[in-house]
Protein backbone atom coordinates (compact mmCIF):
# COMPACT_ATOMS: atom_id res chain seq x y z
CA UNK A 1 0.00 0.00 0.00
CA UNK A 2 1.21 3.82 -0.23
CA UNK A 3 3.24 5.15 2.29
CA UNK A 4 2.08 8.77 2.15
CA UNK A 5 1.03 10.79 4.76
CA UNK A 6 -2.25 11.25 4.47
CA UNK A 7 -3.22 14.86 4.58
CA UNK A 8 -6.16 15.39 2.05
CA UNK A 9 -9.60 14.39 2.67
CA UNK A 10 -12.04 14.72 0.03
CA UNK A 11 -15.51 13.69 0.15
CA UNK A 12 -17.41 12.96 -3.06
CA UNK A 13 -21.43 14.08 -2.42
CA UNK A 14 -23.28 16.24 0.28
CA UNK A 15 -26.69 15.14 1.77
CA UNK A 16 -26.77 13.79 5.24
CA UNK A 17 -23.72 11.37 4.82
CA UNK A 18 -21.65 13.32 3.43
CA UNK A 19 -22.06 16.64 6.14
CA UNK A 20 -22.28 14.21 8.87
CA UNK A 21 -18.57 12.68 7.73
CA UNK A 22 -17.44 15.93 7.00
CA UNK A 23 -18.42 16.98 10.39
CA UNK A 24 -17.34 15.04 12.32
CA UNK A 25 -13.69 14.35 10.32
CA UNK A 26 -13.36 18.38 10.83
CA UNK A 27 -14.10 18.08 14.52
CA UNK A 28 -11.52 15.45 15.44
CA UNK A 29 -8.99 15.88 12.46
CA UNK A 30 -9.55 19.43 11.44
CA UNK A 31 -6.23 20.39 12.90
CA UNK A 32 -4.23 17.18 11.39
CA UNK A 33 -6.09 16.73 7.40
CA UNK A 34 -7.90 19.47 5.31
CA UNK A 35 -11.21 18.35 4.12
CA UNK A 36 -12.61 18.95 1.01
CA UNK A 37 -16.70 18.36 0.12
CA UNK A 38 -18.04 18.22 -3.49
CA UNK A 39 -21.71 18.53 -3.71
CA UNK A 40 -24.08 19.38 -6.75
CA UNK A 41 -27.11 21.28 -6.29
CA UNK A 42 -28.21 19.57 -9.40
CA UNK A 43 -28.41 16.29 -8.24
CA UNK A 44 -30.73 15.21 -5.44
CA UNK A 45 -30.28 13.52 -2.29
CA UNK A 46 -33.00 10.33 -1.15
CA UNK A 47 -34.10 12.64 1.69
CA UNK A 48 -36.08 10.63 3.22
CA UNK A 49 -34.19 9.13 6.10
CA UNK A 50 -36.49 11.70 8.60
CA UNK A 51 -36.79 9.17 11.82
CA UNK A 52 -33.64 8.32 13.80
CA UNK A 53 -32.66 6.09 16.91
CA UNK A 54 -31.01 7.12 19.83
CA UNK A 55 -27.32 7.30 19.37
CA UNK A 56 -28.09 10.24 17.26
CA UNK A 57 -28.14 12.54 20.51
CA UNK A 58 -24.17 11.15 21.48
CA UNK A 59 -23.58 12.49 17.52
CA UNK A 60 -25.31 16.35 18.06
CA UNK A 61 -23.98 16.92 21.39
CA UNK A 62 -20.07 15.65 19.69
CA UNK A 63 -20.56 18.04 17.35
CA UNK A 64 -22.08 20.97 20.41
CA UNK A 65 -25.24 21.38 18.25
CA UNK A 66 -27.92 22.57 21.22
CA UNK A 67 -30.58 20.24 21.46
CA UNK A 68 -33.08 23.62 21.26
CA UNK A 69 -31.39 24.79 18.19
CA UNK A 70 -31.65 21.63 16.23
CA UNK A 71 -35.47 20.90 17.19
CA UNK A 72 -35.88 24.21 15.77
CA UNK A 73 -33.38 24.15 12.65
CA UNK A 74 -34.72 21.06 11.29
CA UNK A 75 -38.43 21.06 12.70
CA UNK A 76 -37.75 18.06 14.95
CA UNK A 77 -40.14 16.74 17.08
CA UNK A 78 -39.37 13.64 19.75
CA UNK A 79 -39.72 9.55 19.12
CA UNK A 80 -39.98 7.17 21.47
CA UNK A 81 -40.12 4.44 19.90
CA UNK A 82 -41.94 2.85 16.31
CA UNK A 83 -45.35 1.44 16.63
CA UNK A 84 -45.94 -1.54 14.26
CA UNK A 85 -49.69 -1.54 12.95
CA UNK A 86 -51.15 -4.74 11.10
CA UNK A 87 -47.69 -6.63 11.50
CA UNK A 88 -48.20 -9.69 13.18
CA UNK A 89 -52.30 -9.55 12.06
CA UNK A 90 -54.95 -7.08 10.83
CA UNK A 91 -55.72 -4.68 13.87
CA UNK A 92 -53.01 -5.93 15.82
CA UNK A 93 -50.33 -3.58 17.05
CA UNK A 94 -47.35 -3.48 19.34
CA UNK A 95 -44.30 -1.43 19.60
CA UNK A 96 -40.82 -1.57 19.56
CA UNK A 97 -40.45 1.11 22.44
CA UNK A 98 -36.90 2.41 23.39
CA UNK A 99 -35.25 2.29 26.66
CA UNK A 100 -35.50 -0.83 29.12
CA UNK A 101 -38.50 -2.98 29.81
CA UNK A 102 -39.34 -3.63 33.59
CA UNK A 103 -36.94 -4.07 36.52
CA UNK A 104 -33.59 -6.58 35.45
CA UNK A 105 -32.38 -8.64 38.53
CA UNK A 106 -28.52 -10.08 38.15
CA UNK A 107 -28.06 -12.94 36.07
CA UNK A 108 -32.15 -12.81 34.81
CA UNK A 109 -33.61 -10.52 32.77
CA UNK A 110 -37.06 -8.84 33.51
CA UNK A 111 -38.38 -10.75 30.60
CA UNK A 112 -38.01 -14.23 32.36
CA UNK A 113 -40.34 -13.46 34.91
CA UNK A 114 -42.95 -11.80 33.03
CA UNK A 115 -42.66 -15.44 30.93
CA UNK A 116 -43.19 -17.01 34.24
CA UNK A 117 -46.24 -15.20 35.25
CA UNK A 118 -47.70 -15.02 32.01
CA UNK A 119 -47.10 -19.25 31.74
CA UNK A 120 -48.96 -19.06 35.26
CA UNK A 121 -52.21 -17.09 34.15
CA UNK A 122 -51.05 -13.86 35.12
CA UNK A 123 -52.29 -11.35 32.21
CA UNK A 124 -49.86 -8.59 32.59
CA UNK A 125 -48.64 -6.99 29.25
CA UNK A 126 -45.62 -6.69 28.48
CA UNK A 127 -45.75 -3.47 27.22
CA UNK A 128 -47.15 -2.16 31.03
CA UNK A 129 -43.77 -1.83 32.15
CA UNK A 130 -42.47 0.42 29.39
CA UNK A 131 -41.90 3.80 30.59
CA UNK A 132 -41.34 4.77 26.35
CA UNK A 133 -44.34 2.75 25.69
CA UNK A 134 -46.70 4.46 27.91
CA UNK A 135 -45.24 7.96 27.46
CA UNK A 136 -45.16 7.46 23.55
CA UNK A 137 -49.23 6.29 23.80
CA UNK A 138 -50.39 9.36 26.38
CA UNK A 139 -48.62 11.67 24.15
CA UNK A 140 -45.76 12.90 27.20
CA UNK A 141 -42.63 13.84 27.01
CA UNK A 142 -39.93 15.14 29.33
CA UNK A 143 -35.85 14.81 29.67
CA UNK A 144 -35.83 11.84 32.21
CA UNK A 145 -32.89 9.94 32.98
CA UNK A 146 -34.31 7.90 35.84
CA UNK A 147 -37.38 8.07 37.40
CA UNK A 148 -37.28 9.93 39.69
CA UNK A 149 -36.20 8.18 43.13
CA UNK A 150 -35.19 5.10 42.02
CA UNK A 151 -32.14 3.47 39.63
CA UNK A 152 -34.64 2.48 36.62
CA UNK A 153 -33.85 3.96 33.43
CA UNK A 154 -35.90 6.93 32.40
CA UNK A 155 -36.96 8.15 28.92
CA UNK A 156 -34.87 7.01 25.96
CA UNK A 157 -35.77 8.86 22.67
CA UNK A 158 -34.71 10.42 19.59
CA UNK A 159 -35.88 12.15 16.79
CA UNK A 160 -38.09 13.10 14.13
CA UNK A 161 -36.52 15.30 12.01
CA UNK A 162 -36.56 16.98 8.15
CA UNK A 163 -33.71 15.53 6.59
CA UNK A 164 -33.10 18.30 4.23
CA UNK A 165 -33.15 20.28 6.68
CA UNK A 166 -30.54 18.90 8.69
CA UNK A 167 -27.97 18.62 5.74
CA UNK A 168 -28.64 22.14 5.45
CA UNK A 169 -27.91 22.81 8.62
CA UNK A 170 -24.88 20.75 9.05
CA UNK A 171 -23.15 22.39 5.70
CA UNK A 172 -23.58 25.84 7.08
CA UNK A 173 -21.72 24.49 10.72
CA UNK A 174 -19.23 22.70 9.00
CA UNK A 175 -18.15 25.13 6.37
CA UNK A 176 -18.06 27.73 9.28
CA UNK A 177 -15.34 25.68 10.96
CA UNK A 178 -12.78 25.34 8.13
CA UNK A 179 -14.16 22.53 5.28
CA UNK A 180 -14.02 23.69 2.34
CA UNK A 181 -16.89 22.92 -0.25
CA UNK A 182 -16.64 22.97 -3.93
CA UNK A 183 -20.04 22.94 -6.18
CA UNK A 184 -19.45 20.81 -8.97
CA UNK A 185 -20.52 17.76 -10.50
CA UNK A 186 -17.74 14.56 -11.11
CA UNK A 187 -17.14 14.00 -14.61
CA UNK A 188 -14.03 11.87 -13.97
CA UNK A 189 -11.87 9.32 -11.60
CA UNK A 190 -8.42 9.87 -12.18
CA UNK A 191 -6.22 6.55 -10.74
CA UNK A 192 -2.92 5.66 -10.50
CA UNK A 193 -2.36 3.25 -13.13
CA UNK A 194 -0.59 1.42 -11.14
CA UNK A 195 -1.91 0.88 -7.94
CA UNK A 196 -5.45 1.45 -9.12
CA UNK A 197 -5.67 4.36 -5.91
CA UNK A 198 -7.57 7.37 -6.76
CA UNK A 199 -5.50 10.20 -7.48
CA UNK A 200 -8.11 13.48 -8.16
CA UNK A 201 -11.78 13.77 -9.41
CA UNK A 202 -12.52 15.98 -12.25
CA UNK A 203 -15.48 17.77 -12.42
CA UNK A 204 -17.33 18.90 -15.61
CA UNK A 205 -15.71 22.31 -15.39
CA UNK A 206 -12.39 20.44 -15.74
CA UNK A 207 -11.50 21.73 -11.90
CA UNK A 208 -9.43 18.64 -10.46
CA UNK A 209 -9.73 18.03 -7.04
CA UNK A 210 -6.74 15.87 -5.65
CA UNK A 211 -6.46 14.24 -2.18
CA UNK A 212 -4.82 11.35 -0.75
CA UNK A 213 -8.04 10.12 1.24
CA UNK A 214 -11.83 9.61 -0.82
CA UNK A 215 -14.61 9.14 0.72
CA UNK A 216 -17.84 7.76 -1.16
CA UNK A 217 -21.08 9.68 -0.67
CA UNK A 218 -22.65 9.22 -3.82
CA UNK A 219 -25.35 7.48 -2.49
CA UNK A 220 -27.17 4.71 -4.27
CA UNK A 221 -24.69 5.17 -7.26
CA UNK A 222 -21.60 4.50 -5.38
CA UNK A 223 -19.36 6.48 -7.91
CA UNK A 224 -16.14 5.76 -6.60
CA UNK A 225 -16.12 2.37 -4.44
CA UNK A 226 -18.42 0.60 -7.56
CA UNK A 227 -18.83 2.38 -10.73
CA UNK A 228 -14.68 3.02 -10.32
CA UNK A 229 -13.25 0.33 -8.36
CA UNK A 230 -15.67 -2.40 -8.79
CA UNK A 231 -15.76 -3.81 -5.31
CA UNK A 232 -19.07 -6.23 -5.49
CA UNK A 233 -22.25 -5.97 -4.25
CA UNK A 234 -24.06 -8.90 -1.66
CA UNK A 235 -27.51 -8.95 -2.79
CA UNK A 236 -29.69 -9.85 0.11
CA UNK A 237 -32.96 -9.60 -1.40
CA UNK A 238 -33.91 -12.94 -1.11
CA UNK A 239 -34.54 -12.37 2.86
CA UNK A 240 -35.73 -8.30 2.16
CA UNK A 241 -37.60 -8.86 -0.90
CA UNK A 242 -39.17 -4.74 -1.22
CA UNK A 243 -37.03 -3.11 -3.65
CA UNK A 244 -38.84 0.10 -3.99
CA UNK A 245 -40.57 3.10 -2.37
CA UNK A 246 -42.50 6.06 -3.25
CA UNK A 247 -42.32 9.24 -0.68
CA UNK A 248 -44.61 12.30 -0.08
CA UNK A 249 -45.03 14.90 2.17
CA UNK A 250 -48.64 15.67 3.97
CA UNK A 251 -50.23 18.13 5.89
CA UNK A 252 -50.41 17.61 9.48
CA UNK A 253 -54.66 17.03 10.23
CA UNK A 254 -53.25 16.50 14.44
CA UNK A 255 -50.76 17.30 17.12
CA UNK A 256 -47.60 15.28 16.53
CA UNK A 257 -47.12 11.77 18.38
CA UNK A 258 -43.81 10.96 20.08
CA UNK A 259 -43.63 7.61 17.33
CA UNK A 260 -42.88 6.75 14.33
CA UNK A 261 -45.79 4.55 12.60
CA UNK A 262 -44.55 1.59 10.66
CA UNK A 263 -48.21 0.06 8.80
CA UNK A 264 -47.93 -3.32 7.18
CA UNK A 265 -49.38 -3.44 3.73
CA UNK A 266 -50.37 -6.14 1.27
CA UNK A 267 -46.85 -6.30 -0.56
CA UNK A 268 -45.06 -3.85 2.21
CA UNK A 269 -45.36 -1.30 4.47
CA UNK A 270 -46.43 2.33 5.06
CA UNK A 271 -44.25 4.91 7.29
CA UNK A 272 -45.63 7.56 9.12
CA UNK A 273 -43.42 10.30 10.84
CA UNK A 274 -44.88 13.48 12.15
CA UNK A 275 -42.81 16.44 11.94
CA UNK A 276 -43.74 20.15 13.59
CA UNK A 277 -44.59 21.66 10.37
CA UNK A 278 -45.91 17.88 8.11
CA UNK A 279 -45.75 14.28 7.58
CA UNK A 280 -43.19 12.48 6.33
CA UNK A 281 -45.00 9.03 4.46
CA UNK A 282 -43.85 6.58 2.40
CA UNK A 283 -44.65 2.81 1.25
CA UNK A 284 -42.15 0.45 1.04
CA UNK A 285 -43.24 -2.13 -1.62
CA UNK A 286 -41.87 -5.63 -3.57
CA UNK A 287 -42.22 -4.22 -7.25
CA UNK A 288 -42.84 -8.41 -7.81
CA UNK A 289 -46.45 -7.63 -6.28
CA UNK A 290 -47.30 -4.09 -6.62
CA UNK A 291 -46.60 -1.65 -9.53
CA UNK A 292 -45.48 2.23 -8.94
CA UNK A 293 -49.17 3.36 -9.63
CA UNK A 294 -50.18 1.09 -7.66
CA UNK A 295 -48.05 2.05 -5.23
CA UNK A 296 -48.83 5.56 -5.55
CA UNK A 297 -52.39 5.31 -5.23
CA UNK A 298 -52.06 3.07 -1.66
CA UNK A 299 -50.00 5.48 0.00
CA UNK A 300 -52.01 8.43 -1.23
CA UNK A 301 -55.39 6.85 0.06
CA UNK A 302 -53.71 6.41 3.35
CA UNK A 303 -52.29 9.89 4.15
CA UNK A 304 -52.94 11.75 7.24
CA UNK A 305 -53.64 14.83 5.40
CA UNK A 306 -53.51 16.66 1.91
CA UNK A 307 -50.44 15.78 -0.18
CA UNK A 308 -48.36 18.57 -0.32
CA UNK A 309 -45.56 16.80 -2.36
CA UNK A 310 -45.82 15.08 -5.78
CA UNK A 311 -44.93 11.30 -4.93
CA UNK A 312 -41.60 10.00 -5.93
CA UNK A 313 -40.57 6.26 -6.57
CA UNK A 314 -36.91 5.63 -5.21
CA UNK A 315 -35.56 2.32 -6.55
CA UNK A 316 -32.73 0.03 -4.30
CA UNK A 317 -31.29 -2.61 -4.01
CA UNK A 318 -30.74 -4.33 -0.47
CA UNK A 319 -27.62 -5.11 0.37
CA UNK A 320 -23.88 -4.06 1.28
CA UNK A 321 -20.62 -3.48 -0.62
CA UNK A 322 -18.15 -6.45 -0.32
CA UNK A 323 -15.70 -4.03 0.68
CA UNK A 324 -16.72 -0.54 2.25
CA UNK A 325 -12.86 0.09 2.30
CA UNK A 326 -11.00 -0.37 -0.91
CA UNK A 327 -7.62 1.54 -1.64
CA UNK A 328 -8.01 4.76 -0.68
CA UNK A 329 -11.67 5.08 -1.06
CA UNK A 330 -14.29 4.65 1.85
CA UNK A 331 -17.74 4.12 1.05
CA UNK A 332 -20.34 5.96 3.91
CA UNK A 333 -23.85 5.86 3.12
CA UNK A 334 -26.16 4.52 0.67
CA UNK A 335 -22.90 4.31 -1.28
CA UNK A 336 -21.71 1.24 1.13
CA UNK A 337 -25.39 -0.59 0.85
CA UNK A 338 -29.18 -0.32 1.39
CA UNK A 339 -31.04 -1.43 4.34
CA UNK A 340 -34.77 -0.05 3.93
CA UNK A 341 -35.17 2.22 7.31
CA UNK A 342 -38.13 -0.57 8.91
CA UNK A 343 -35.40 0.70 12.24
CA UNK A 344 -34.10 3.85 11.38
CA UNK A 345 -30.91 2.93 10.88
CA UNK A 346 -29.51 4.72 7.83
CA UNK A 347 -28.38 7.83 9.43
CA UNK A 348 -27.03 5.93 12.61
CA UNK A 349 -24.64 3.97 9.92
CA UNK A 350 -23.48 7.34 8.48
CA UNK A 351 -22.65 8.05 12.33
CA UNK A 352 -20.95 4.81 13.19
CA UNK A 353 -18.60 4.68 9.60
CA UNK A 354 -17.39 7.82 9.84
CA UNK A 355 -16.72 7.39 13.85
CA UNK A 356 -14.90 4.05 12.28
CA UNK A 357 -13.03 5.95 10.10
CA UNK A 358 -11.84 8.72 12.39
CA UNK A 359 -10.62 5.62 14.62
CA UNK A 360 -8.77 3.78 12.11
CA UNK A 361 -7.83 6.96 10.07
CA UNK A 362 -4.36 6.14 7.86
CA UNK A 363 -1.69 8.24 8.99
CA UNK A 364 1.64 6.94 7.17
CA UNK A 365 -0.07 5.01 4.05
CA UNK A 366 -2.61 3.05 3.93
CA UNK A 367 -2.01 -0.31 5.54
CA UNK A 368 -3.88 -3.25 4.47
CA UNK A 369 -5.14 -4.35 8.50
CA UNK A 370 -6.82 -1.32 9.50
CA UNK A 371 -8.43 -1.76 5.76
CA UNK A 372 -9.58 -5.52 6.67
CA UNK A 373 -10.62 -4.57 10.26
CA UNK A 374 -12.55 -1.60 9.11
CA UNK A 375 -14.30 -4.03 6.63
CA UNK A 376 -14.65 -6.69 8.93
CA UNK A 377 -16.33 -4.70 11.92
CA UNK A 378 -18.99 -2.99 9.12
CA UNK A 379 -19.39 -6.08 7.64
CA UNK A 380 -20.73 -7.50 11.26
CA UNK A 381 -22.57 -4.14 12.34
CA UNK A 382 -25.04 -4.47 9.00
CA UNK A 383 -25.20 -7.81 9.27
CA UNK A 384 -26.79 -7.50 12.88
CA UNK A 385 -29.02 -4.98 11.73
CA UNK A 386 -29.96 -6.99 8.96
CA UNK A 387 -31.15 -9.56 10.68
CA UNK A 388 -33.15 -7.76 12.85
CA UNK A 389 -35.24 -6.33 10.17
CA UNK A 390 -35.38 -9.39 8.40
CA UNK A 391 -36.86 -10.99 11.52
CA UNK A 392 -39.99 -8.29 11.46
CA UNK A 393 -40.89 -9.98 7.76
CA UNK A 394 -40.28 -13.58 8.53
CA UNK A 395 -42.39 -13.47 12.01
CA UNK A 396 -45.58 -12.52 10.01
CA UNK A 397 -48.12 -14.47 10.31
CA UNK A 398 -50.35 -12.82 7.56
CA UNK A 399 -51.38 -14.95 4.94
CA UNK A 400 -53.98 -12.79 3.07
CA UNK A 401 -51.30 -12.03 0.50
CA UNK A 402 -48.59 -13.58 -2.28
CA UNK A 403 -46.14 -11.35 -0.73
CA UNK A 404 -46.75 -12.42 3.56
CA UNK A 405 -46.64 -15.90 1.97
CA UNK A 406 -43.09 -15.26 0.70
CA UNK A 407 -42.15 -13.90 4.00
CA UNK A 408 -43.18 -16.93 5.95
CA UNK A 409 -41.18 -19.39 3.55
CA UNK A 410 -38.08 -17.54 2.71
CA UNK A 411 -34.99 -19.42 4.63
CA UNK A 412 -33.47 -17.14 7.37
CA UNK A 413 -29.21 -16.22 7.87
CA UNK A 414 -27.92 -18.55 10.07
CA UNK A 415 -26.92 -15.74 12.38
CA UNK A 416 -30.33 -15.13 13.12
CA UNK A 417 -32.29 -18.24 12.72
CA UNK A 418 -29.70 -19.44 16.21
CA UNK A 419 -31.13 -16.05 17.74
CA UNK A 420 -34.73 -17.27 17.09
CA UNK A 421 -34.03 -20.88 17.87
CA UNK A 422 -32.19 -19.71 21.42
CA UNK A 423 -35.03 -17.61 22.10
CA UNK A 424 -37.92 -20.03 21.25
CA UNK A 425 -36.59 -22.79 22.79
CA UNK A 426 -35.36 -21.10 26.37
CA UNK A 427 -36.06 -17.36 26.11
CA UNK A 428 -32.44 -16.04 26.28
CA UNK A 429 -30.78 -13.89 23.74
CA UNK A 430 -27.37 -12.45 23.70
CA UNK A 431 -26.06 -9.83 22.20
CA UNK A 432 -22.37 -9.87 20.33
CA UNK A 433 -20.02 -7.73 18.59
CA UNK A 434 -21.58 -4.80 20.28
CA UNK A 435 -24.62 -4.89 18.14
CA UNK A 436 -27.07 -2.33 17.98
CA UNK A 437 -30.18 -3.73 19.22
CA UNK A 438 -31.08 -4.63 23.03
CA UNK A 439 -32.44 -7.64 24.51
CA UNK A 440 -35.53 -5.42 25.02
CA UNK A 441 -35.75 -4.41 21.32
CA UNK A 442 -35.18 -8.25 19.85
CA UNK A 443 -37.87 -9.12 23.16
CA UNK A 444 -40.44 -6.51 21.81
CA UNK A 445 -40.77 -7.74 18.13
CA UNK A 446 -40.56 -11.37 18.87
CA UNK A 447 -43.43 -11.29 21.17
CA UNK A 448 -45.07 -8.23 19.19
CA UNK A 449 -44.87 -10.65 16.14
CA UNK A 450 -46.37 -13.79 18.05
CA UNK A 451 -43.05 -15.74 18.76
CA UNK A 452 -43.45 -16.73 22.82
CA UNK A 453 -40.62 -19.04 24.42
CA UNK A 454 -41.47 -22.07 25.57
CA UNK A 455 -39.51 -21.84 28.75
CA UNK A 456 -37.48 -19.25 30.81
CA UNK A 457 -34.31 -18.87 32.83
CA UNK A 458 -34.77 -20.94 36.44
CA UNK A 459 -33.72 -17.76 38.31
CA UNK A 460 -37.17 -16.80 37.52
CA UNK A 461 -38.40 -19.21 40.01
CA UNK A 462 -36.34 -17.61 42.94
CA UNK A 463 -39.11 -15.30 43.30
CA UNK A 464 -42.74 -17.00 44.82
CA UNK A 465 -45.59 -15.61 43.67
CA UNK A 466 -46.45 -12.78 46.12
CA UNK A 467 -42.99 -11.07 45.67
CA UNK A 468 -43.64 -11.69 42.08
CA UNK A 469 -46.84 -10.49 41.62
CA UNK A 470 -46.59 -7.20 44.22
CA UNK A 471 -43.35 -6.49 42.03
CA UNK A 472 -45.32 -6.19 38.91
CA UNK A 473 -48.07 -4.10 40.79
CA UNK A 474 -45.37 -1.52 41.84
CA UNK A 475 -43.66 -1.05 38.68
CA UNK A 476 -46.51 -0.84 36.86
CA UNK A 477 -47.74 1.85 39.62
CA UNK A 478 -44.37 3.54 39.34
CA UNK A 479 -44.27 4.05 35.18
CA UNK A 480 -48.36 5.14 35.57
CA UNK A 481 -47.37 7.95 37.96
CA UNK A 482 -44.11 8.72 36.34
CA UNK A 483 -46.05 9.16 33.16
CA UNK A 484 -48.81 11.24 34.77
CA UNK A 485 -46.49 14.18 35.77
CA UNK A 486 -44.82 14.18 32.64
CA UNK A 487 -45.93 17.52 30.19
CA UNK A 488 -47.18 16.83 26.71
CA UNK A 489 -45.22 16.28 23.83
CA UNK A 490 -46.44 19.46 22.05
CA UNK A 491 -45.60 21.50 25.61
CA UNK A 492 -42.34 20.30 25.49
CA UNK A 493 -41.74 21.28 21.60
CA UNK A 494 -43.61 24.76 22.74
CA UNK A 495 -40.56 25.24 25.20
CA UNK A 496 -37.73 24.26 22.96
CA UNK A 497 -39.19 26.36 20.37
CA UNK A 498 -39.13 29.13 22.64
CA UNK A 499 -35.62 28.40 23.64
Not at 45 to 68: D, F, R, Y
Not at 244 to 270: C, D, F, H, L
Request: net charge neutral.
Amino acid sequence: MQNKQIKGVVIAGGGTAGWITAALLNKVLGKIVNITLIESEQIGTVGVGEASISPILHLNAALGIPESEFIKATQATIKLGIEFENWRAPQHSYMHAFGEIGKDLPFCEFYHYWLRAKQQGTNADFWDFSLNYQAAKQHKFAHLKHIPNTQLSGLNYAYHFDATLYGEFLKGLTISRGVKRIEGQIADVKQCPESGFVKALELLDGQIISGDLFIDCTGLSALLIEKTLNTGFEDWTHWLPCDSAVAVQSESANEPVPYTRSIAQNAGWQWQIPLQHRVGNGLVFSSRYLTDDEAKQQLLANLPGKAITEPRVIRFKTGRRRLQWHKNVVAIGLSSGFLEPLESTSIHLIQTAAIRLIKLFPHNGIKHSQVTTYNLQSKTEIERIRDFIILHYKLTTRTDSAFGRQCQQMSNPETLQQKITLFKQTGKLTREDDELFSEPAWQQVMIGQGLEADDYHPLANALTDEPLLALFSDLKALINHTVEQLPSHSEFLSRMKNN
